[in-house]
């Protein structure tokens, strides 16, 4: 059809509206004891197998201190049952959470498998979490397929896992991406996705930014419009938000 083109060029408007579009969180989400956003380094929570919860790291020193002046049994401080003592018990607790369909307990187990040498059955157990919407899962099938590693090499295929991570809120997801995007040749791309990743606090993403404004690669007044432009975001959010770009911007500026 003669509007086929047309067709085709708004379908990746569209897609880019939604690709470009600030995360209201990171791909952890809330802390569901403190409801407070969780940090983006896997370091700074704990996932605990037997419910499948990130728990910040606040909340499981709180914990801990209760049971050690209490002096009691550790257990999750989300659904209270007894931490497992050996890996046999966290094996059987990600098992019991897979057969409910959990992602995230199928995407921790795809690691496991990963880290065994098994990678016929952590592709698969990624695959799977995946398909649920795990955004880890996302990511690390995007690895997998730009290296090759137990899958044969699909740029493609990575690019699209790489585009769900980024679109639910994994910051090295989209960190990745603006790099494709440098190497193509596609800056204002490339510093869109280094300016979403720094709004959630990457700060790896943000001194990629300063690199390319020093270089020219993009122009100061396209830099400074989209990080102080208002991102779609609920309005309680956006005055937390904004004074977060502000503060990068400063520290960029120091730099």
């Known amino acids: 059809p003669k509007h086929k083109k047309e067709c085709k060029k708004r379908a990746a408007e569209l897609y880019d509206e939604i690709l470009f579009k600030q995360p209201e969180s990171n791909h952890l989400g809330d802390c569901p004891i403190c409801c407070l956003p969780l940090p983006i380094g896997l370091e700074k929570s704990v996932l605990m197998s037997c419910c499948s919860k990130y728990i910040c790291g606040g909340c499981d020193y709180a914990n801990m ?54 990678f016929k059955a952590a592709f698969e157990y990624l695959t799977r979490a995946a398909v649920l919407g795990n955004v880890q899962a996302h990511f690390q099938l995007s690895c997998l397929y730009r290296e090759g590693k137990c899958v044969d090499k699909d740029e493609k295929r990575a690019l699209h896992h790489a585009e769900q991570a980024a679109i639910g809120g994994h910051p090295l997801a989209r960190h990745n991406l603006a790099f494709l995007e440098w190497k193509n040749g596609h800056y204002v791309r490339a510093a869109k996705h280094f300016i979403i990743a720094a709004n959630m606090g990457y700060d790896i993403s943000l001194k990629a930014l300063k690199n390319m404004y020093r270089d020219g690669l993009v122009s100061r007044r396209m830099t400074l419009h989209q990080l102080f432009a208002p991102i779609r975001l609920p309005l309680k959010q956006r005055k937390v938000h904004r004074g977060r770009r502000q503060t990068q911007f400063i520290a960029w500026q120091m730099e």
């Open 65 to 118: 201190k209760r049971e050690l002046e209490g002096k009691l049994r550790h257990s999750c401080p989300f659904c209270r049952k007894a931490a497992p003592e050996t890996d046999e018990e966290v094996i059987e607790q990600l098992t019991k959470r897979i057969e409910a369909n959990d992602p995230v307990a199928m995407c921790q187990m795809g690691g496991k498998m990963y880290k065994k040498g098994d």
